[in-house]
């Protein structure tokens, strides 16, 4: 009867820290793909506002057109978003006080190209105001990617911190069964350790890659937008056409990389294929 008693919290403390470890891992790779979203379209929102800055340049003195309030409005759906969480752009409150903070300063930046949208023509000192408002929200937006991806790296630290701790209690306490309880079946207790280590192995060796593109390989394109942006922002006077379509062309290219890289994070969380 003792051991049965004690074959019985054995099981069930087995039981419980598989799940708890599951059920963390799961949340853990949630928060993971819910950031990942976070700094995709952060990402997007740079690439927006340089674009509505853009649409306002080729319609200066002229009537505007409806493809800048397209954009107005993409640019504010994903503002809010971050502010109030939206469903159908899969993205939640961001909880980060600073990073908040930061976003609620936008606000007044995104608020400010509303009245220009009805400007009948857009005129040059419009279009300059325009530049400035656009120059401060994306160094602010730039500070906002750079904290949600801190914030993100630190999550993953957690994660990976906490999996070692679970690691080590699972398999201390499956070795205590073993040695004073399951000693008849010690080989199949055995059988299921190595499968346990094994798994969270390759969990953090998943982690560990998604830590290791978000910290550097998402440095070169972001790199790349900001000497690009403050090119196209602070020596417009001194580009030809030709060469504001070339910066604009590179920009997409570094968006795309950027978006590349977000969407292999992406899938590797969802764990589409095994590392």
């Known amino acids: 009867m ?12 087995t039981v419980l820290l598989i799940v708890l470890n599951q059920a963390l891992i799961q949340f853990w ?27 306002f340049h080729r319609n200066l003195d002229k009537q505007n057109d409806t493809f800048i309030r397209d954009l107005y ?3 504010t759906t994903a503002h809010y978003a971050f502010l109030n969480s939206n469903d159908s752009l899969d993205i939640s409150v961001v909880s980060e006080s600073e990073t908040l903070a930061l976003l ?24 300059d105001n325009i530049y400035r408002n656009q120059a401060s929200f994306l160094q602010d937006m730039e500070a906002v990617v750079g904290l949600l991806e801190e914030n993100s790296v630190f999550k993953l630290r957690i994660i990976i911190f906490g999996e070692i701790l679970l690691a080590i209690l699972s398999v201390t306490i ?22 346990q280590e094994s798994k969270l192995e390759n969990q953090e060796k998943k982690l560990s890659q998604i830590a290791w593109e978000q ?29 504001k379509r ?14 590349e890289i977000v969407s292999e994070t992406v899938r590797l969380t969802n764990g589409d294929e095994p590392l």
């Open 215 to 243: 910290s550097h390989l998402v440095r070169s394109p972001v790199a790349s937008l900001s000497g690009l942006t403050y090119m196209f922002m602070h020596e417009a006077d001194n580009l030809t056409e030709d060469d």
């Open 73 to 75: 409005h993409q640019w």
């Open 174 to 195: 499956l070795l205590l069964e073993i040695r004073y309880i399951y000693q008849p079946i010690a080989k199949k207790q055995a059988d299921l350790v190595k499968s």
């Open 104 to 127: 609620n300063r936008l606000s007044a930046n995104v608020h400010f190209i509303e009245p220009f949208l009805d400007a009948n023509p857009i005129t040059k000192r419009d279009l």
């Open 29 to 55: 790779l949630y928060q993971k793909r819910q950031d990942a979203r976070l700094i995709n379209v952060a990402g997007r929102q740079r690439m927006l506002s340089q674009r509505i800055s853009l649409e």
């Open 2 to 13: 003792f051991k049965y008693n004690h074959f019985i919290r054995g099981a069930i403390i």
């Open 246 to 259: 070339q910066i604009m062309h590179f920009i997409e290219i570094e968006t795309g990389r950027l978006n």
